[in-house]
């Protein structure tokens, strides 16, 4: 009989012990398995997520996997239940780099970290043709910031009026986030105009007998005038002179903006008579804003121009973009002839 016990208890034994290793081996393919679904790369390729407003998880992971972001919504949700993440995420730009893990998709989401975008802006004239060209690199809709460049109050309160409105813009590439307000990126954009306008540049206005805002007005007209960059401080030099002289500038792209209608190539006598303030014909003087928004290059230009006689400019008729400049009427005169012949031989006539 004491055999016959020894027997079932050694049997007893042998079937835990092998149930205990079952569990284990068990326990183990399961904790691979999991570790696998939580820590392996499933993100095949870098993808992007822009959410306009707050979204529930349940409705963003049923993003991810229409759009073939995520392989699977199960693990993913399994991967969110064990980090204990049901939560809603915020409104922004969040991209999903190549590689990552469930777990590391959770946590970019629980972070709300978003991903800034590279806001860049150039060659504008109008707010319309900016809010079109910011609303395609943000969330804000253009007619939205249209309406916020308009706002008169929003405006006057930074400092700057209807016509400066856009003075703040300078163009260069700036890190924003997507979802920024049209009221945030105005006041980042007063930052950075503030942070251009050092004690020096303040001076170097100064000292050519302009405010800083005034500055940007003539670059706007002398962008207009030329895109070469050899001639900018020349065509800057040459308006400076007519102001301190109390010549009124004349400048043809003033008139374009008065007309409203830049495809203009000849500039005829009867624009002269146009009505407005940003007629530089009829009236003397810097216009009262802006012609577009000009580039840092055109800034300087301004701010260094070049000391000369000059006070008239006319295009080359040769049409390779570069001008000619003289200090007499009868030189000008007769530069003008030779341009508008050429505008005639090409049958340009408005």
């Not at 009026?161 to 163009?171: E, G, W």
């Not at 007309?259 to 810097?286: C, H, M, W």
Request: glycine share 4%; with cysteine; charged share 25%.
């Amino acid at each position: 009989m004491a055999k016959k016990k020894r027997k079932h208890k050694g049997r007893g034994l042998r079937i835990a012990l092998f149930i205990f290793v079952l569990g284990m081996v068990v326990a183990a393919v399961i904790g691979v398995r999991m570790y696998r679904v939580i820590f392996n790369p499933v993100v095949e390729e870098r993808h992007e997520i822009l959410l306009e407003q707050t979204t529930s998880f349940f409705s963003l992971v049923g993003k991810l996997a229409d759009d073939g972001a995520i392989p699977s919504q199960s693990q993913l949700f399994l991967v969110a239940r064990l980090k204990k993440f049901d939560k809603s995420v915020a409104s922004g730009r969040y991209i999903l780099l190549k590689d990552m893990s469930y777990n590391d998709i959770i946590n970019l989401f629980r972070s709300g970290n978003q991903t800034p975008v590279q806001l860049t802006f150039n060659n504008i004239r109008t707010r319309e043709e900016l809010a079109g060209v910011l609303s395609k690199q943000l969330m804000a809709d253009s007619s939205l910031l249209v309406q916020k460049f308009r706002d008169e109050a929003f405006i006057s309160r930074h400092g700057f009026n209807m016509h400066t409105a856009l003075c703040p813009f300078i163009p260069n590439t700036y890190e924003v986030y997507w979802n920024i307000s049209p009221e945030q990126l105005y006041q980042r954009m007063i930052a950075e105009f503030t942070a251009f306008w050092t004690e020096e540049n303040l001076e170097k206005a100064a000292a050519q007998g302009l405010s800083n805002v005034e500055v940007c007005i003539l670059a706007s007209i002398v962008e207009e005038e030329t895109v070469l960059n050899k001639e900018k401080p020349i065509v800057a030099g040459l308006y400076i002179n007519r102001l301190r002289r109390g010549i009124p500038l004349q400048a043809d792209p003033t008139l374009r903006f008065a007309k409203n209608d830049f495809t203009v190539q000849r500039i005829l006598n009867a624009y002269k008579e146009i009505d407005s303030p940003y007629n530089t014909y009829k009236y003397k003087g810097l216009p009262p804003g802006p012609i577009r928004i000009p580039e840092i290059s055109t800034l300087r230009a301004v701010l260094n121009p070049q000391k000369h006689n000059y006070i008239y400019m006319c295009a080359k008729p040769d049409f390779s973009g570069e001008h000619n400049f003289a200090t007499t009427l009868a030189e000008h005169n007769q530069n003008a002839r030779n341009y508008q012949r050429e505008l005639n031989r090409r049958k340009i006539y408005k």
